[in-house]
Each structure stands twice: as C-alpha cells, then as structure tokens.
C-alpha cells in the first residue's frame, strides 16, 4: 500500500482519502530493527495522534499495523497496546 501526504482541506466538506498531519519524530537517529524508547515514543504519540484526531471527529477510522509494545514500555508508556489506549480513550456506550 501506497500512502500519499496530501494537506488537509480547510472548510467546505472533506473529501475521502488518507490525509497525514506531521507528528514530531524521535529527537535523534532512529534504532532500525530493535525496540528502543525513542521508537516507542514515537510511535505511542503517532497513535495518541491519530485517536485525538479521531476522537475530534476528523477522523473516520484508524488502522493500526502491529505496535512494539516493548518498545512502548522502553519509552515509559503505561499501555499495553492499542486496544487499552482506545478503552482508556473512548467513552462506553450509556
């Protein structure tokens, strides 16, 4: 799969695609093929992104490929993976 980065349209209705807002990168080189706290930081605020966005209704989904969560605990992240932040996350139907 291919994604392109197209900026986000302001106003009007928003048309469908794969819109990528920028979210600030580890600070340093990245540890490629290992689990180390800056990939965990990383990629815990990619996804804390991407469920504020979702959560702020612009969004219609998030899809997830398969998180380090060795590298969340290096980064001192208390969740275990992306289902405890979306329960934590999204209030339960009343």
């Known amino acids: 799969m291919r994604l392109s980065l197209r900026p986000r349209p302001s106003g009007g209705p928003v048309e469908a695609g794969t819109f990528l807002d920028p979210v600030p990168g580890p600070p340093g080189p ?39 969560k060795a590298a969340w605990a290096l980064a001192g992240r208390p969740y275990r993976g992306t289902r405890t932040i979306l329960k934590d996350s999204i209030p339960a139907p009343s």
């Open 30 to 68: 990245v540890a490629l093929g290992r689990a180390a706290p800056a990939n965990g930081e990383a990629s815990f605020r990619a996804f804390e992104t991407a469920v504020a966005e979702a959560r702020e209704g612009r969004l219609e989904a998030v899809v997830t490929a398969p998180i380090s």
